[in-house]
Each structure stands twice: as C-alpha cells, then as structure tokens.
C-alpha cells in the first residue's frame, strides 16, 4: 500500500529538495496537508512567483528579481574593488562579515570538464569587459578552497594578468574557534608556510 | 545584507515545511533557483493540485484525492475489522506490516483538551454509526502509545461498550512514548498478532 496517486506524486516532487529523502518528503507532505494548508498555499504561490520572477542582476550576475541587485545599484560601495564569487551564498556570507565594502562578480559555478562547466558559462568574458572598462584597481578572488575552485581562481588569474591590475585571494590558514588535531595537513602546512609576527 | 525581497519571502515560505530552519530554507530556495528550476516548477504545480484536490476518505477518513481511497473500495479487505488510527501515517505503518486486511479508521489527531481538540473533531460520530451499522465484529485501538493516545482510546472503548463487540488493543511490544509511524515493521508486526482485549 502506498498513499493516494497525487499524494505519492507530492511526496515525489517533495524530493527535487536539498536533504530531503523519502522520509522527510513524506513527514512534510502529510504536514502540509493534515495541518498547515495556509502555509503551503502561500509556499506554492511565493515558489512559482520566484521561479517566474528571479532573473540573475546584469552587473554582478548574483540571483535577484530586480534588473540590479541592491549592492550593484548602491553609491556606497566601492568602485575600486571587486570579489569574485562562486554562488550568491557566498556573497551572501562575505557580505556578513561587514568589513568589505567594494563590489562583487558571481560566477554562479566553477570551471568542472566532468560537469561540461566551461568559461563561458561562468560569464567570464563579461567579467574582463567589467574589468577592462572599469574602475577596478583589484580584483579578489574568494572562490572555493577546494579543486575546482581553486583551477577557477588560477584560470581568471590568468585571463586578467594581460590588464595589470592587483590579483588577490582569501588567506588560507586554521579556522577560528577549530581544534588544532581536527585541521587536515593540507590546511596546516599553508598556515604554517604563511605563518606571521605574533603579535 | 540579505537576499533580495522575493527570495528572502521564498526562504521565509519554505519554513512552513517541518524540520526547515533558515539555514535548510537558503539552501533550499538557492539550489531551486540557481541549479533545479525544472524541479521547483513541477513541485509548485503539484504542491497547488495536492492542496485544491486532496480531501478526506469519506468511509475512513484518511488523505486522498478521490471519495473513497483505495482500501475503503477494495472488495478483498475483511469487512468485519476496524483498525482505528491516529493518523494517514500510522495507516500506511500498519499497512506496510503486511499482516492486517481488514479496514481502517482514521482519527485525524487524538483528544487534546490543550491543543482544542474534542471527540467532534476526530469523527467519533461517524466511527460510532459505522460500528453501529455494519458487520464489524471487532474493533483494534491503535492509537498511539502516548498519554494523548491512550486518552484517546479509552475514550473511544467507553464509546463502543454498549454495543457489545470485540474491543482490542496493540500488544505490548510498541515502545512507550514513541509515536507509531516511527515504530519498525517487526515490532508492529508482533504487536499486531499478540493484540489483546482492551481492558
Ligand atoms: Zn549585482
Ligand atoms: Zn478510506
């Protein structure tokens, strides 16, 4: 026995969630439909208006429904600085620190030849355009520190070399708040090799 | 910084879902936007069918889209057993033992002075005239083992007495102070044929 046909396609489509399994899709369906038809009338409503309205801002690329996101339109930034990004949660959690002000470009991915993610679709000829015409005096470049990210960073590094501008990238060392004995090795020997005055 | 109006209300509507904190809710609205659009269509349109079309059983009360689900139609169940549970879950856990073929009741909640909730709202009416009418010859309380459950039960026996038929209960067996839909198939199973006489 299973439940009714349009119940069971509900639980399935449940699935297209980040974590959810089938058990979780069935908790949140019989959720829904036993006691909160509110909220889910107004989650489907609010799903299908950002799916039709959430476009990617024209400068930065980051997600938003407006032509430019809030930080593009801003006269308070930065003009001089850019941050390369892989996704918006990553602008999103440099945003969050509050000690950067300057502007930001969202490559909405990684270079990936397995996952058939190339330049163009990283939007990178328009970040040399942005850089090329621009005030930009640097350009950081925060991606991932895992592979991907990393052949990422090295592969813009090396399409924006030719306009001599300042190239930077996140320091690499311990975590905050971590455990010493939990850092993997990798991690160590670059925040040992970068190590600084105490002071 | 926050994300821009639309996909900060799309996170706030995905909270409705049990279980989803803010940090699942952005996960969840990007990977939606930004990796699986196709995915979130399908669930915003199923999502608005499952709320327009599913109702209640009008034999037993469980969630189905059609007037009477599949076990209430079925010809092959035995028609002299009622099975009297909490909730659509605890349905399907009972099912899924394989070992039960008579037919079902479902309460919708337990009584609940706290919570509102009073014999009315579970049915108790129509669970009464379908014992009262027809060719029932034993009743199973199901209900779950918490105080609310057993509340639920005794109230349910006290209902039943008059009419003078086989009351039953699960055996010992469930674990105490679990909810029935988490319990394993073994345990429900043995709990099932060990059942005794509500007392
Ligand atoms: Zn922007
Ligand atoms: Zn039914």
């Not at 032509?67 to 990004?85: A, D, F, G, Q």
């Given at each position: 026995?299973?439940?009714?046909p349009?119940?069971?396609q ?8 980040p974590g959810?399994g ?12 036993e006691r ?5 009338r107004r989650?489907a ?7 039709d309205?959430?476009?990617h801002?024209?400068?930065c690329?980051?997600?938003t429904?407006?032509p430019?996101?809030?930080i ?7 003009e001089h600085?850019?941050c390369v990004?892989?996704?918006p949660?990553?602008?999103?959690a ?5 000690i950067?002000?300057?502007?930001y470009f969202v490559?909405?991915g990684?270079l990936?030849?397995i ?6 679709d990283?939007g990178?000829?328009d970040?040399l355009?942005r850089?090329?015409?621009?005030a930009?005096?640097?350009v950081i470049l925060a ?7 990393e052949?990422t960073?090295h ?7 030719p306009?001599g501008i300042?190239?930077t990238?996140?320091?690499h060392g311990?975590p905050?708040?971590?455990?010493l004995?939990?850092?993997?090795g990798?991690?160590l020997?670059?925040?040992?090799v970068?190590?600084g005055?105490f002071?």
């Amino acid at each position: 026995m299973q439940f009714s046909p349009l119940i069971e396609q509900f639980m399935e489509a449940l699935r297209c969630l980040p974590g959810v399994g089938p058990r979780s899709a069935q908790r949140m369906a019989l959720h829904l439909l036993e006691r909160d038809r509110e909220g889910g009338r107004r989650l489907a409503q609010i799903l299908q208006e950002a799916l039709d309205q959430v476009g990617h801002c024209r400068r930065c690329r980051t997600l938003t429904e407006e032509p430019e996101c809030r930080i593009c339109r801003s006269s308070k930034r930065n003009e001089h600085m850019l941050c390369v990004v892989e996704t918006p949660a990553d602008m999103l959690a440099l945003e969050q620190t509050g000690i950067y002000d300057g502007h930001y470009f969202v490559l909405l991915g990684h270079l990936s030849p397995i996952e058939g993610i190339g330049p163009e679709d990283l939007g990178l000829d328009d970040l040399l355009s942005r850089v090329q015409d621009g005030a930009i005096e640097e350009v950081i470049l925060a991606t991932n520190p895992t592979a991907e990210g990393e052949t990422t960073a090295h592969y813009v590094h090396e399409l924006l070399r030719p306009l001599g501008i300042r190239v930077t990238r996140l320091a690499h060392g311990v975590p905050l708040g971590g455990e010493l004995e939990y850092v993997d090795g990798g991690t160590l020997s670059r925040a040992l090799v970068g190590r600084g005055q105490f002071d």
